[in-house]
C-alpha cells in the first residue's frame, strides 16, 4: 500500500537537524543550515526536495552524500530532451518474450491438446497471453527500481529542467503517492518510500504542480566561511594560510562581470592543482596559469587577467 502521513516512514532514520549536519559531514559534505534543514524535513515528512541553483554549487553531491550516510542506494535518472516513460519507468524485455513466442509456437500442440472447440483452445491460450506482459518480462528502470526497492533508495532526478513538460506531468504520480501504474500490471507502491532529489540549473521554469508537491531548497555560492570548511573537507592536504587565501580569491573574482563565476566544485579542484604543485601562498604568477581551472570562457579569463594583481593582493590580506 503507498505511504500514509499516518504512518511512520521506515526510512526516517534522522532524529534531530544536528544529526543531518553530523551525518553529511562524515561523509565530506558541509551542508549550510537550511540544507539540512531542508534534507531533515524531507525525511521526516515523505516528501521529495526539488534543489535549485547555479551549476557546481553542489546539488547533485547532496544526492550522493545522503545516500552514503544513510547506506542506501543511489539510483539516477539524468534528464534530456526527450526522456520518455520507456527509459525512466520500464520497458519490456523484447527479446524474451521472441523466446517466449519461439517456445510457445513449439509446443502449441500440447497446450491445445484435446481441445474440442475453438473456444476452449483460445480459453486455454488466455493463459500465456497474461504471462507475455508479466512481471518476468519486465525491464525496470529507475524511476521503478527507486520503488521496488526493499529497503528504500536515494532517487535522483538530475537536471529535471532538461526533461519535456509532457515527462514533468508524468513524475506527478511517483511524486505525490510514491507509485506508478502499469497498464498491463496494475499499481505498484513503494514498501518503503525513496528518498527523492530533484535538481533544476533553471533552464526552464518547472510548473506549478510539480513545485507543489516538494519541497524548495536554493543551493547559492556559500560564503568565506562555509567554503573554508567545504575545502578543508575535501582538500585536507591544503593548509589554513593558503586555503584562506584561495577563498577570498575565488569570493572576490565571483564579484567580477563574468559569464560564468566560479562554482564550489572548481574551487575544490583549484585547491588540488595548488597543493599538486606545492603552492605555499597565492602568487600572480601561480593564479595566471591555473586561472583555467577556475574560468571556463576566455572572455572571463581575460577580464580577471586586468585585476590579477589587486586580486591577488587581496586574496594575501
Not at 549550510?32 to 547555479?54: D, F, M, N
Not at 514498501?191 to 533552464?203: E, F, G, H, K, R
Request: charged share 25%; with cysteine; hydrophobic share 45%.
Amino acid at each position: 500500500m503507498p505511504y500514509s502521513a499516518d504512518l511512520p516512514r521506515p526510512s526516517a532514520r534522522v532524529a534531530s537537524i544536528e544529526a543531518v549536519e553530523q551525518g553529511l559531514a562524515s561523509c565530506g559534505y558541509i551542508p549550510s543550515r537550511q540544507i539540512a534543514t531542508a534534507v531533515y524535513l524531507a525525511e521526516r515528512l515523505a516528501k521529495p526536495v526539488l534543489v535549485e541553483g547555479p551549476a557546481g554549487v553542489g546539488k547533485t553531491e547532496l544526492a550522493k552524500s545522503i545516500a552514503a550516510w544513510l547506506s542506501l542506494p543511489l539510483i539516477r535518472m539524468q534528464c534530456y530532451e526527450g526522456l520518455d516513460e520507456a527509459k525512466a519507468l520500464y520497458e519490456w524485455k523484447y527479446g524474451k518474450q521472441l523466446l517466449y513466442t519461439q517456445i510457445l509456437r513449439d509446443k502449441i500442440g500440447e497446450v491445445l491438446g484435446d481441445a474440442a472447440s475453438l473456444d476452449a483452445a483460445l480459453h486455454r491460450l488466455h493463459g500465456f497471453g497474461d504471462l507475455f506482459f508479466s512481471a518476468d518480462f519486465l525491464e525496470p528502470r529507475p524511476l521503478l527500481r527507486a520503488l521496488q526497492e526493499p529497503g528504500g533508495a536515494v532517487l535522483l532526478v538530475d537536471e529535471v529542467d532538461k526533461s519535456d513538460q509532457e515527462f514533468e506531468a508524468f513524475l506527478l504520480e511517483i511524486l505525490s503517492d510514491y507509485q506508478v501504474t502499469i497498464p498491463e500490471l496494475g499499481r505498484i507502491a513503494a514498501t518503503v518510500p525513496p528518498v527523492v532529489i530533484l535538481t533544476s540549473n533553471s533552464m526552464r521554469d518547472l510548473g506549478d504542480a510539480l513545485k507543489r508537491r516538494c519541497l524548495h531548497l536554493h543551493i547559492g555560492f556559500p560564503d568565506a566561511a562555509l567554503e573554508e570548511r567545504i575545502i578543508a573537507s575535501r582538500v585536507p592536504e591544503a593548509d589554513a594560510a593558503l586555503r584562506g587565501q584561495l577563498v577570498r580569491f575565488v569570493q572576490s573574482l565571483r564579484g567580477l562581470d563574468l559569464k560564468k563565476p566560479p562554482s564550489v566544485s572548481e574551487t575544490i579542484d583549484w585547491a588540488r592543482v595548488l597543493v599538486l604543485l606545492h603552492a605555499g601562498a597565492l602568487s600572480a604568477e601561480f593564479v595566471r596559469e591555473t586561472l583555467n581551472v577556475l574560468l571556463k570562457f576566455e572572455v572571463d579569463i581575460e577580464t580577471a587577467g586586468r585585476q590579477l594583481g589587486e586580486l591577488t593582493a587581496r586574496a594575501r590580506g
